[in-house]
């Protein structure tokens, strides 16, 4: 298991130089040369992401737009990351009072998934949640928390060798 926190990685933007549409792979040589290494060997991927104007964190977002190259490799040339495993994913978000708000931040991670062929568990969501450690005092954080895992496990070992 490998936790990876985007802030903390060198990562430019996308050029939109559509080299990757090509290649399949991208031209620029950040901290995404060892997220495409891990997106193309992982069999469970858990986005965890804090909303901020009802969608997920600029760092977040330019990480999924950084994957024009997965998507280009899938639908243009059909080289579909993953080798055909199935692979399992899930978001997790907090933010402020507005439910509503999860919605469009949960459309972006479902449909990078999508790309990235990873098989979309569901997500968890949490609002009221303004401040670092406020989670812990959830009521039901970590019993849903274990749930969503445990479906992650189950889907997983059900599907094991079926390509998604």
Known sequence: ????????????????????????????????????????????????????????????????????????GKYLLNAPIGGGRRRVGAFLAVGGRQKSSFEHAAAVVRTFFVSA?????????????DEKGAILRHPTALKEARELGSRLVTILSADSGNPS
Not at 28 to 51: C, E, F
Not at 117 to 129: D, H, M, Q, R
């Open 1 to 72: 298991m490998e936790k990876v926190v985007i802030g903390k990685l060198d990562l430019r933007g996308c050029r939109e130089c559509d080299r990757c549409m090509e290649t399949g792979s991208c031209v620029v040589s950040d901290g995404m040369v060892k997220i495409y290494d891990l997106l193309r060997n992982l069999d469970v991927l858990i986005i965890a992401s804090p909303v901020f104007f009802s969608s997920v964190t600029a760092q977040t977002k330019m990480l999924i737009d950084r994957c024009q190259c997965i998507w280009a």
């Open 117 to 129: 062929n990873i098989k979309y568990a569901g997500e968890l969501t949490f609002s009221g949640i």
